[in-house]
């Protein structure tokens, strides 16, 4: 389901929705808000086909779905038993300010330890995070900055990492407390080498040595792990011996690099949407399966990818009998039939339960096309020198197994 289609001005009459963007004249003056209900348009405004005809527009963008904000989602998620909990917003924020003053930190030549220790222990906080339950929801929003990003791109990756980790080995605690720290430094060594639009990945050399440089980051500080260690220096390794720094192949990749290296690919993919567009959870799944062949661990690909659901939790999808919802849950065994909360008439029935769907026990009712991504996470960062807003977080989901099911 695409969220917003373009509705000709001929078919006005038998559609339902919300402008999804401001109506402006070719001269940008506003002729229509965005966020009008089609049918409160058509009482108020009866002369709005002429007035867009006037102008030359023949068509509109309208959002299929009833608006729901992010908070009003997240909100009626908290109605549901037991409530669904997210990533602690204050963590990430600290997480990213701690490891902002870090790259500056570098990239101004001064003393770093400090901030690499307050970073470090900021960091021993996200482990806990990721306990709080077994699935990903995915959180897109608009692309950040390519200085918001980096911070960000290392959040993610240390949450994704140990997500994949603690599903593979939940009983090896250490190991995912170290990957969420390797995640978060993987990519750090790329502060040495210019200011964070250069190195974004652009300058071969740049892709080269930062793993190094990053592993020699953290034995200046002090760390000694040999999975933080591994998880940095080789997480540019491939299955099949393609990569650098190295040139390992299969399982002498040292586990906790596989891990972080699968976790990296998928936040680039989701970084790397076309210009104005975020990339859909479900569109960057698709591009990690066709992706990862012969590159990546299939064991630790298929972890993230049960962690995530074929619709992950908190993707808008729209069902075979016309209705549409927000997958709150998938299941491993069955990731095409999850549970779902009913958008219809929740903006009408607030105070009502939200009605949810289970998929597996209403079995003539399937999905049929997966749209854009509600659960997304509005991300304020602390205040820093004036920056912009970053915006893309992963969090967590809790897997609600006792959700009570309304018929
Ligand atoms: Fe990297
Ligand atoms: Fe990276």
Known sequence: MKSVES??????????????RDILSPSSVLLLPAGLDLAALRTARPDMVGLLRKH???????????????????????????????????????TVYQMDAVYDGIRKREARERGI????????????????????????????????????????????????SDRLFPLWRGFTEELT????FHDMGKAFLGSPGESDGGSERIQLIHPLLGETLLRDSGIADRHILSSVRSHHEAWNGTGYPDGLSGNKIPLAARIV?????????????????????????????????????????????ASIGLY??????????????????????????????????????????PEILDLKKETSIHIRKAGDDYGRLPFTPLEREGRGRPRVVFRKNRAPAGIKIQD
Do not use: C, W
């Not at 720290?181 to 978060?184: E, K, Y």
């Open 261 to 305: 290296s699968v976790a990296n690919l998928f936040d680039s993919i989701l970084a790397a949407s076309p210009e104005g567009e975020r990339t859909r959870s479900d569109q960057a799944i698709s591009s990690l399966i066709s992706r990862t062949e012969g590159r990546f661990d299939r064991a630790v690909v298929r972890a993230l990818l």
């Open 117 to 164: 220790r307050s970073l470090l222990s900021v960091a021993q906080n996200l482990p806990g995070e990721i306990r709080k339950g077994s699935q990903i929801t995915l959180s897109l929003a608009e692309k950040p900055s390519a200085g918001e990003r980096e911070a960000l791109h290392g959040l993610n990756v240390s949450l994704l990492s140990g997500y994949i």
């Open 7 to 20: 509705v000709s001005l001929d078919r006005i009459d038998q559609e339902k929705g919300v402008l999804a």
């Open 181 to 184: 720290i390797g995640g978060l």
């Open 312 to 353: 992950p939790p908190g993707s808008v999808v729209e069902l075979s009998d016309g209705r549409s919802g927000v997958v709150l849950e998938t299941r491993e065994r069955d990731l095409l039939r999850p549970r779902v909360l009913l958008m219809e008439g929740l903006r009408k029935n607030r105070e009502r339960l």
């Open 56 to 94: 030359g527009i023949l068509e509109i963008p309208v959002k299929k779905h009833e608006p729901i904000t992010p908070s009003e989602f997240r909100t009626l998620l908290h109605r549901v038993v037991p409530p669904v909990s997210t990533l602690d917003p204050l963590l990430a924020q600290v």
